[in-house]
Protein backbone atom coordinates (compact mmCIF):
# COMPACT_ATOMS: atom_id res chain seq x y z
CA UNK A 1 0.00 0.00 0.00
CA UNK A 2 3.08 2.08 -0.21
CA UNK A 3 2.41 2.30 -3.55
CA UNK A 4 -0.95 4.60 -3.14
CA UNK A 5 0.84 7.13 -0.92
CA UNK A 6 3.51 7.44 -3.85
CA UNK A 7 1.22 7.16 -7.12
CA UNK A 8 -1.83 9.03 -5.09
CA UNK A 9 0.25 11.70 -3.30
CA UNK A 10 3.59 12.24 -4.38
CA UNK A 11 3.16 11.80 -7.85
CA UNK A 12 -0.12 14.49 -7.99
CA UNK A 13 1.81 16.85 -5.73
CA UNK A 14 4.75 16.75 -8.34
CA UNK A 15 2.83 17.34 -11.48
CA UNK A 16 0.73 20.13 -9.80
CA UNK A 17 4.17 21.58 -8.35
CA UNK A 18 6.06 21.69 -12.31
CA UNK A 19 2.16 23.08 -13.08
CA UNK A 20 2.47 25.94 -11.00
CA UNK A 21 6.72 26.70 -11.91
CA UNK A 22 5.36 26.44 -15.82
CA UNK A 23 2.71 29.45 -14.86
CA UNK A 24 5.83 31.50 -13.22
CA UNK A 25 7.02 32.96 -16.24
CA UNK A 26 3.53 34.32 -17.44
CA UNK A 27 2.73 35.54 -14.18
CA UNK A 28 6.51 37.62 -14.38
CA UNK A 29 5.41 38.58 -17.61
CA UNK A 30 2.27 40.05 -16.71
CA UNK A 31 3.75 41.84 -13.27
CA UNK A 32 6.79 43.34 -15.16
CA UNK A 33 4.88 44.25 -17.89
CA UNK A 34 1.10 44.86 -16.37
CA UNK A 35 -0.25 43.81 -19.44
CA UNK A 36 -2.35 40.06 -20.05
CA UNK A 37 -1.73 39.70 -23.94
CA UNK A 38 -2.90 35.81 -23.27
CA UNK A 39 -6.58 34.57 -23.06
CA UNK A 40 -8.67 34.88 -20.09
CA UNK A 41 -8.79 30.73 -19.70
CA UNK A 42 -5.14 30.96 -19.58
CA UNK A 43 -5.78 33.46 -17.10
CA UNK A 44 -8.00 31.53 -15.02
CA UNK A 45 -5.83 28.31 -15.30
CA UNK A 46 -2.79 30.04 -14.11
CA UNK A 47 -4.46 31.39 -11.09
CA UNK A 48 -6.30 28.32 -10.16
CA UNK A 49 -3.53 26.47 -10.62
CA UNK A 50 -2.12 28.69 -7.72
CA UNK A 51 -4.17 27.72 -5.40
CA UNK A 52 -4.51 23.79 -5.77
CA UNK A 53 -0.76 24.43 -5.99
CA UNK A 54 -0.86 25.96 -2.09
CA UNK A 55 -4.08 23.69 -0.86
CA UNK A 56 -2.18 20.50 -1.93
CA UNK A 57 0.97 21.37 -0.46
CA UNK A 58 -0.38 21.84 2.90
CA UNK A 59 -2.59 18.63 2.51
CA UNK A 60 0.59 16.71 1.30
CA UNK A 61 2.95 18.29 4.41
CA UNK A 62 -0.14 17.10 6.74
CA UNK A 63 0.19 13.93 5.52
CA UNK A 64 3.21 13.51 5.71
CA UNK A 65 3.65 14.77 9.29
CA UNK A 66 0.79 12.28 10.32
CA UNK A 67 2.17 9.40 8.82
CA UNK A 68 5.49 10.03 10.94
CA UNK A 69 4.39 10.90 14.00
CA UNK A 70 2.29 7.52 14.30
CA UNK A 71 5.37 5.63 12.63
CA UNK A 72 7.16 6.14 15.70
CA UNK A 73 3.89 6.79 18.44
CA UNK A 74 1.98 3.65 17.18
CA UNK A 75 3.96 1.29 15.60
CA UNK A 76 2.36 -1.94 15.61
CA UNK A 77 -1.38 -0.04 14.22
CA UNK A 78 1.24 2.17 11.55
CA UNK A 79 0.82 -1.14 9.26
CA UNK A 80 -2.34 -2.17 9.24
CA UNK A 81 -4.00 1.20 8.98
CA UNK A 82 -2.03 2.62 6.33
CA UNK A 83 -2.95 -0.66 3.93
CA UNK A 84 -6.80 0.43 4.60
CA UNK A 85 -6.95 3.90 4.60
CA UNK A 86 -4.39 5.28 2.18
CA UNK A 87 -6.52 4.96 -1.00
CA UNK A 88 -9.21 6.55 0.19
CA UNK A 89 -7.07 9.54 2.11
CA UNK A 90 -5.55 10.29 -1.06
CA UNK A 91 -8.73 10.30 -3.00
CA UNK A 92 -11.10 12.24 -0.71
CA UNK A 93 -7.83 14.36 -0.26
CA UNK A 94 -7.12 15.09 -3.92
CA UNK A 95 -11.09 15.62 -4.89
CA UNK A 96 -11.23 17.95 -2.03
CA UNK A 97 -8.44 20.75 -2.60
CA UNK A 98 -9.24 20.54 -6.52
CA UNK A 99 -13.20 21.20 -6.04
CA UNK A 100 -12.67 23.38 -3.60
CA UNK A 101 -10.13 25.91 -5.17
CA UNK A 102 -13.03 26.25 -8.17
CA UNK A 103 -14.54 28.85 -5.99
CA UNK A 104 -11.26 30.95 -6.09
CA UNK A 105 -11.41 31.44 -10.27
CA UNK A 106 -15.40 31.36 -10.38
CA UNK A 107 -15.52 34.39 -7.90
CA UNK A 108 -13.46 36.31 -10.55
CA UNK A 109 -15.00 38.17 -13.65
CA UNK A 110 -13.17 38.10 -15.96
CA UNK A 111 -14.22 40.49 -19.38
CA UNK A 112 -16.21 38.30 -21.78
CA UNK A 113 -15.03 40.66 -24.83
CA UNK A 114 -13.18 38.14 -27.20
CA UNK A 115 -10.67 40.66 -28.38
CA UNK A 116 -8.09 40.63 -26.14
CA UNK A 117 -6.77 43.84 -24.90
CA UNK A 118 -3.50 45.17 -23.99
CA UNK A 119 -5.00 46.45 -20.97
CA UNK A 120 -6.20 43.20 -19.73
CA UNK A 121 -5.70 42.36 -16.23
CA UNK A 122 -5.24 39.14 -14.84
CA UNK A 123 -4.69 36.90 -10.99
CA UNK A 124 -5.66 39.16 -8.06
CA UNK A 125 -6.56 42.32 -9.85
CA UNK A 126 -9.70 40.15 -11.69
CA UNK A 127 -12.92 42.03 -11.02
CA UNK A 128 -14.40 40.62 -8.05
CA UNK A 129 -17.90 39.19 -8.87
CA UNK A 130 -21.08 40.74 -7.11
CA UNK A 131 -21.07 38.78 -3.91
CA UNK A 132 -22.64 39.74 -0.70
CA UNK A 133 -19.84 40.88 2.43
CA UNK A 134 -21.29 38.04 4.53
CA UNK A 135 -20.64 35.30 2.20
CA UNK A 136 -17.11 36.71 1.40
CA UNK A 137 -16.43 36.64 5.27
CA UNK A 138 -17.71 33.21 5.56
CA UNK A 139 -15.47 32.03 2.17
CA UNK A 140 -12.93 33.76 4.48
CA UNK A 141 -13.72 31.83 7.64
CA UNK A 142 -13.93 28.64 6.01
CA UNK A 143 -10.37 29.18 3.80
CA UNK A 144 -8.58 30.54 6.82
CA UNK A 145 -9.75 27.39 9.50
CA UNK A 146 -9.81 24.39 7.15
CA UNK A 147 -6.95 25.57 4.97
CA UNK A 148 -4.61 27.24 8.05
CA UNK A 149 -5.61 26.75 11.48
CA UNK A 150 -6.36 22.75 11.43
CA UNK A 151 -3.45 21.82 9.26
CA UNK A 152 -1.11 23.89 11.21
CA UNK A 153 -2.43 21.99 14.62
CA UNK A 154 -2.46 18.89 13.03
CA UNK A 155 1.32 19.63 11.90
CA UNK A 156 2.69 21.07 15.16
CA UNK A 157 1.21 18.25 17.21
CA UNK A 158 2.76 16.27 15.27
CA UNK A 159 6.31 17.42 15.75
CA UNK A 160 5.49 17.66 19.75
CA UNK A 161 4.51 14.20 19.83
CA UNK A 162 7.17 13.20 17.45
CA UNK A 163 9.72 15.31 19.62
CA UNK A 164 8.39 13.91 23.12
CA UNK A 165 9.22 10.45 21.81
CA UNK A 166 12.73 10.90 21.90
CA UNK A 167 12.91 11.16 25.66
CA UNK A 168 11.82 7.96 26.05
CA UNK A 169 14.03 5.22 27.14
CA UNK A 170 14.33 2.80 24.14
CA UNK A 171 14.25 -0.86 25.39
CA UNK A 172 16.78 -3.25 24.18
CA UNK A 173 13.89 -5.59 22.62
CA UNK A 174 12.94 -2.45 20.94
CA UNK A 175 16.27 -1.01 19.30
CA UNK A 176 16.23 2.38 18.17
CA UNK A 177 18.23 2.53 15.01
CA UNK A 178 17.48 6.42 14.17
CA UNK A 179 14.46 6.16 13.03
CA UNK A 180 12.77 8.33 15.40
CA UNK A 181 15.42 10.90 14.90
CA UNK A 182 14.89 10.78 11.23
CA UNK A 183 10.92 10.87 11.92
CA UNK A 184 11.54 13.76 13.54
CA UNK A 185 13.76 15.91 11.18
CA UNK A 186 11.08 15.15 8.64
CA UNK A 187 7.93 16.35 10.73
CA UNK A 188 9.72 19.07 11.76
CA UNK A 189 10.76 20.19 8.07
CA UNK A 190 7.31 19.97 7.51
CA UNK A 191 6.68 22.24 9.97
CA UNK A 192 9.21 24.88 8.61
CA UNK A 193 7.87 24.66 5.32
CA UNK A 194 4.23 25.43 6.96
CA UNK A 195 5.52 27.89 8.55
CA UNK A 196 7.75 29.78 5.89
CA UNK A 197 5.64 29.35 2.57
CA UNK A 198 2.07 29.44 3.86
CA UNK A 199 1.75 31.53 7.38
CA UNK A 200 2.72 34.91 6.32
CA UNK A 201 0.00 34.88 3.10
CA UNK A 202 -3.12 33.36 5.50
CA UNK A 203 -2.13 35.91 8.46
CA UNK A 204 -2.74 39.02 5.62
CA UNK A 205 -5.50 37.67 3.67
CA UNK A 206 -8.38 38.69 5.31
CA UNK A 207 -6.37 42.47 5.99
CA UNK A 208 -5.98 42.12 1.82
CA UNK A 209 -9.60 41.57 1.90
CA UNK A 210 -9.95 44.93 4.35
CA UNK A 211 -7.74 46.97 2.03
CA UNK A 212 -9.27 45.89 -1.11
CA UNK A 213 -12.82 46.83 -0.22
CA UNK A 214 -11.17 49.87 1.50
CA UNK A 215 -12.85 49.29 5.05
CA UNK A 216 -9.20 50.93 5.86
CA UNK A 217 -9.54 54.78 6.28
CA UNK A 218 -5.14 54.84 6.44
CA UNK A 219 -4.26 55.24 2.93
CA UNK A 220 -0.34 54.09 3.88
CA UNK A 221 -1.81 51.12 5.79
CA UNK A 222 -3.80 49.63 2.75
CA UNK A 223 -0.53 50.07 0.75
CA UNK A 224 1.96 48.25 3.13
CA UNK A 225 -0.87 45.50 4.03
CA UNK A 226 -1.02 44.80 -0.23
CA UNK A 227 2.15 45.09 -0.58
CA UNK A 228 2.73 42.78 2.18
CA UNK A 229 0.38 40.38 0.54
CA UNK A 230 2.38 40.26 -2.50
CA UNK A 231 5.36 39.43 -1.02
CA UNK A 232 3.75 36.71 0.86
CA UNK A 233 2.32 35.38 -2.14
CA UNK A 234 5.80 34.99 -3.77
CA UNK A 235 6.57 33.28 -0.32
CA UNK A 236 3.85 30.77 -1.07
CA UNK A 237 5.30 29.80 -4.33
CA UNK A 238 8.52 29.27 -2.95
CA UNK A 239 7.50 25.52 -1.59
CA UNK A 240 7.39 24.79 -5.63
CA UNK A 241 11.35 24.82 -4.65
CA UNK A 242 11.00 23.40 -1.23
CA UNK A 243 8.57 20.41 -1.42
CA UNK A 244 11.09 18.81 -3.97
CA UNK A 245 13.29 18.07 -1.02
CA UNK A 246 10.32 16.53 1.34
CA UNK A 247 9.46 14.70 -1.96
CA UNK A 248 13.25 12.77 -2.45
CA UNK A 249 13.76 11.83 1.01
CA UNK A 250 10.01 10.49 1.21
CA UNK A 251 10.25 8.39 -2.36
CA UNK A 252 13.88 7.49 -1.02
CA UNK A 253 12.85 5.59 1.88
CA UNK A 254 9.74 4.36 0.04
CA UNK A 255 12.43 2.53 -2.68
CA UNK A 256 14.59 1.72 0.30
CA UNK A 257 11.83 -0.20 2.06
CA UNK A 258 10.75 -1.68 -1.45
CA UNK A 259 14.32 -2.88 -1.92
CA UNK A 260 14.36 -5.04 1.08
CA UNK A 261 13.29 -8.32 1.81
CA UNK A 262 9.88 -8.01 3.35
CA UNK A 263 9.41 -9.91 7.18
CA UNK A 264 6.31 -10.97 7.31
CA UNK A 265 4.97 -10.20 10.63
CA UNK A 266 4.35 -13.13 12.50
CA UNK A 267 8.34 -13.96 12.16
CA UNK A 268 8.76 -9.86 13.41
CA UNK A 269 6.71 -10.31 16.19
CA UNK A 270 8.49 -13.84 17.27
CA UNK A 271 11.76 -12.38 17.09
CA UNK A 272 10.28 -9.44 19.06
CA UNK A 273 9.01 -11.92 21.74
CA UNK A 274 12.39 -13.89 21.69
CA UNK A 275 14.63 -11.08 22.27
CA UNK A 276 12.18 -10.53 25.37
CA UNK A 277 12.19 -13.69 26.82
CA UNK A 278 16.18 -13.98 26.07
CA UNK A 279 15.53 -16.75 23.89
CA UNK A 280 14.16 -19.86 26.47
CA UNK A 281 11.87 -21.50 23.96
CA UNK A 282 14.56 -21.95 21.41
CA UNK A 283 16.89 -24.78 21.23
CA UNK A 284 14.86 -26.33 24.47
CA UNK A 285 15.95 -29.72 22.38
CA UNK A 286 19.51 -29.31 22.94
Not at 39 to 46: A, H
Not at 198 to 213: G, S, W
Given at each position: ????????????SQFVDCAQVLSLPLRIYYYL????????????????LKYVNMYAS?????????????????????????????????????????????IFPLLRNPSS?????????????????????????????VAELFGFIIPLIFVFVCACLTAGS??????????????KKRALKMVLSCAVVFLLC????????????????KALNDCALRDTIQRCHT?????????????????????????????KPEIPDSMNFNRRLSCITGGEDTDEDD
Open positions: MEYFFIFFVLQPNDVWPFSNFLCLVCFYIYFLVCISMRRCQLIICPLSYNSSRQKGDPLICVFGWLLVCSSCLDSNVNVSQQCFLELPMRPVSPTAVWALLILRKVTTEAFPDRGEFAPYHITLPLDFLAKVVNLCLASLNCSLDPLIYYFTSDEFWKRLN
